[in-house]
């Protein structure tokens, strides 16, 4: 959003510090002028703000070959502007970890705030998070630290831009998972970013609620639509939000019913049984 540039030089000059081959990186201004960068960075100005998932793409977009018809990228990492990588090997285990498995489609970074340390519960994509530091497979990733192979857009297509804010993620991963990818979580490829609670957006419950909707009517086979949203709806409840905050989680919940979620391609109940098998069955 043009609004950290002193952090975004910082994460930029992380990434110039990589070993190994440099790597190329665009920077994309979501409505917003791009700040100052280093010579090689390149940018893009949107003229209007499209969103996380929007502004993402618009970044795969600038790594499509000139043809159409490929990328000029095998491995795309995707890092908020208000982060830092604190390995100077962190592209360098990227490479390996996808050299080594085939099948590994998307790795999700470990993301630690920079003072204490400490990893937050929820930056951990899977349901057993007390130990941050054990990487393994599994079924979602986080959106501001990660790598994705290109081929796994290839195959599955872009992030749901029309999700603007939250789940983004989540559908891109259950998507790649039904294609066959893999989902790795490596404590090893760190982010460094500042503690925030998601909530800080004025947006944050509609959203969630909206996108969760989507999530589900465009993902899952049509009997476990109303167990995984009655399932979240329990959560929401159980969590006793503040009066405005539940207010706007029901608007957006209607508002996910009532209005296009975008082509509906359910998973394969085999995918089902995959992310069961991985610890989190898709009705959690």
Known sequence: MGTRPDELRALLESVAAQEGDPVEVVVVGNGSPVPDVPDGVRTVELPENLGIPGGRNVGIAAFRSATGDGYDADILLFLDD??????HDTAELCRQAFTDDPHLGIVSFRIADPDTGVTQRRHVPRLRAAD???SSRVTTFLGGA???RTDVFAQVGDLPGDFFYAHEETDLAWRA???GWLIDYRADMVLLHPTTAPSRHAVYHRMVARNRVWLARRNLPAPL????LGVWLLLTLARRPSGPALRAWFGGFREGWTTSCGP???MRWRTVWRLTRLGRPPVI
């Not at 208000?82 to 390995?87: S, Y």
């Open 177 to 179: 998972l039904d294609a």
């Open 264 to 266: 509906r391609r359910p």
């Open 225 to 228: 639509v109303p167990v995984y």
């Open 132 to 134: 941050p530091m054990r």
């Open 82 to 87: 208000d982060g830092l990588l604190e390995r």
């Open 146 to 148: 990660n790598a994705v």
